[in-house]
């Protein structure tokens, strides 16, 4: 069922308290929690810019209907589009985020999604739908143009014909931003929705070699090419002692040997950027150039015309790092949250409540060379607060969701930053 995308006032309502309800239980299931930094901060509009950005897997409509074993305990209300619109609505705007970062977007929910989010003023979305004819659901990107402008942008497609690690339909959106208030402060906005099987850590390690090597790609300021700050979320569907999230995090994990011929290394970046300093084209295929852009300045990467054989030998000749055993980048990503570790949080139940979503962010100024970061100086992006995750037994006192609050079977992340001239 959709929801008229041209009068949101014929949503049905659910009760006149709901809203009221949702917002009670959020601050007695979940609160904001400043960092150090943020204690202290003080808000001065000529060298600072503070937004928050919130990242959600707000489950597919067609992944209910396609999986329904997975929800038969629930209250079958409450799984209903209409409904859990609402609650989505409502949490969205209770949080305020000005840039927001979707996951699990059905795309013929795209505009019932933008109609309810109307109050928020974002621009059009961007949205990258999951490669291949059977799947209706993607990735999205909202955000506030009157605060941000959006430079550049690509759409990164993790399936490769031929390769078995990378035989799945997982996508990602990589955007460029400028901040409307902060002269020549650019970033980077990353989203993701990695393979689910939880067997299946070396497709995810894939997956985020990948995904990394787009990052380094595109994490380059327009103008002085100096490193940016990056903001990467998702449903990684990895816990925090696994393999991928230790790529991610302490970057560094054992490797799973990529093709040659895509021309990615060790390090987690393409050979075009080391060799050639070239950033537009990479070895990488992608299935579609005529995607949803929103602007055009998209980055053209799209490699059906390379030769493929001379990739690989200039890699092999290169003495770029391959095949040494692991995996390393050079980001210096860092979770926003604290107490990942310690398993007493969670963002989803799949048997048992689990941690599996996450916001990293570039705390440190990044070097563009060698495999080992050593923190030098901040960035230009500092985290001033967390909308903190749920302790694991209050997620077992709240039951199954989406519920009459809940509108996913997901929780929400979300955090504040602020960007500074330094």
Same mark, same amino acid.
């Given at each position: ?99 927001? !970062? ?297 039951? !199954? ?22």
């Amino acid at each position: 069922m959709n929801i008229p995308v041209d009068c949101w006032q014929h949503f049905p309502p659910l009760n006149c308290n709901h809203t009221q309800n949702q917002m009670h239980v959020q601050r007695n299931h979940r609160r904001w929690a400043r960092t150090r930094f943020g204690i202290t901060f003080r808000y001065d509009r000529r060298y600072s810019h503070p937004f928050k950005l919130m990242s959600y897997n707000i489950l597919a409509q067609t992944l209910i209907e396609k999986h329904p074993y997975l929800y038969t305990t629930h209250y079958q209300p409450y799984l209903e589009w209409p409904h859990r619109l609402q609650c989505l609505r409502n949490e969205i705007l209770n949080i305020k985020p000005e840039i927001l !970062c979707l996951q699990e977007v059905q795309e013929s929910h795209l505009d019932d999604i933008a109609m309810a989010l109307k109050p928020m003023n974002y621009d059009k979305p961007l949205y990258k739908q999951r490669t291949g004819i059977d799947y209706y659901d993607g990735c999205a990107i909202f955000y506030n143009p009157q605060l941000f402008k959006l430079i550049d942008h690509h759409y990164v497609e993790f399936y490769q014909p031929g390769v078995k690690v990378l035989d799945r339909c997982n996508v990602a959106i990589i955007a460029k931003f400028a901040s409307r208030r902060l002269k020549n402060i650019q970033f980077i906005v990353a989203t993701t929705h990695l393979l689910y099987n939880p067997k299946r850590d070396d497709v995810r390690t894939a997956q985020l070699q990948i995904l990394l090597a787009e990052l380094d790609r595109m994490s380059v300021h327009t103008e002085t090419q100096e490193p940016l700050p990056i903001i990467l979320t998702g449903d990684f569907n990895s816990l925090p002692s696994s393999e991928p999230y230790k790529l991610v995090h302490q970057g560094r994990t054992n490797s799973v040997n990529l093709p040659l011929e895509l021309g990615i290394t060790d390090d987690c970046q393409h050979m075009n950027v080391t060799i050639h300093q070239n950033r537009k084209t990479t070895a990488l295929f992608h299935s579609d150039k005529k995607t949803n852009d929103a602007t055009e300045t998209v980055s053209d990467d799209v490699s059906d015309s390379t030769d493929k054989t001379a990739v690989a030998k200039t890699v092999e000749t290169s003495g770029l790092p391959y095949n040494t055993g692991s995996l390393w980048h050079m980001l210096n990503l860092t979770p926003t949250l604290y107490n990942m570790e310690s398993n007493n949080i969670a963002s989803t139940y799949q048997n048992k409540w689990i941690l599996v979503d996450y916001i990293f962010y570039t705390k440190y100024s990044r070097r563009t060379v060698g495999p080992v970061v050593i923190p030098q100086t901040f960035s230009s992006l500092k985290l001033l607060a967390n909308f903190e995750l749920p302790y694991v037994q209050n997620c077992q006192r709240m039951g !199954c969701i989406p519920n009459s609050i809940y509108g996913s079977d997901h929780y929400s992340m979300a955090s504040e930053f602020v960007l500074m001239n330094r």
